[in-house]
């Protein structure tokens, strides 16, 4: 298992906080490899899209192509996904929430619409199934690693669990979609991958 001496894993661009040289390597991948959620090929729509403020001209246009850029963790359905749009140099900035009913937290995208094109520029999802985020978070605590930062005596808190998408993934380990589980008071994360149910890098665990 190869390691990082970053801090945190990764959260997908602009939406991290982190200031690590991991994030700026996050940042361009997203960038360079903007493009369709790779989760899915067959993203059928099952949702309303809700512009917060009044829809632009060719909100049709943008909806179809979000519709492609989007997609809830397998096995959930997102629900409600509102936009909001505000102006930014000649185009767009979108940012989307998408709920899903089953899910405590949102998925959180930010896109640039520019010249008739959408771009993904960040994202934060959180949308995963309970079941799912127990069991991410009981993997990562089986890390000898990641155990041995928790039990020495930091508070470690509850801690956050996101996915992180293939594109990202790929940039620490392979182009598959990964979840990352991070104890923020402990400065310790864990990249799980949940087809093997191990744990495949680690942040915050020393050299």
Not at 64 to 89: C, F
Request: hydrophobic share 40%.
């Amino acid at each position: 298992m190869r390691r990082s001496t970053a801090p945190h894993p990764p959260t997908g661009g602009n939406m991290a906080k982190i200031p690590t040289l991991a994030v700026i390597v996050i940042s361009a991948a997203l960038i360079l490899g903007a493009g369709c959620i790779t989760d899915t090929d067959d993203n059928a729509q099952s949702y309303n899209i809700v512009w917060a403020d009044t829809p632009p001209a060719d909100h049709k246009a943008i909806e179809a192509k979000l519709s492609h850029q989007i997609a809830p963790y397998p096995g959930a359905v997102y629900g409600n996904v509102t936009v909001s749009a505000s102006e930014k140099d000649g185009g767009m900035r979108l940012h989307v929430s998408a709920a899903s009913p089953t899910c405590r937290y949102p998925d959180l995208y930010d896109f640039v619409y520019m010249n008739h094109e959408l771009t993904k520029t960040g994202y934060l999802l959180e949308a995963i199934p309970e079941a799912t985020r127990q069991d991410a978070i009981g993997i990562a605590m089986q890390n000898p690693e990641i155990a041995g930062v928790l039990s020495g005596g930091v508070g470690a808190g509850v801690p956050t669990v996101r996915r992180i998408l293939p594109e990202t993934a790929e940039e620490f380990y392979v182009p598959k979609t990964c979840i990352s589980v991070t104890w923020a008071d402990a400065s310790v994360s864990a990249l799980v991958d949940m087809g093997t149910g191990s744990v495949v890098e680690t942040w915050g665990v020393g050299g």
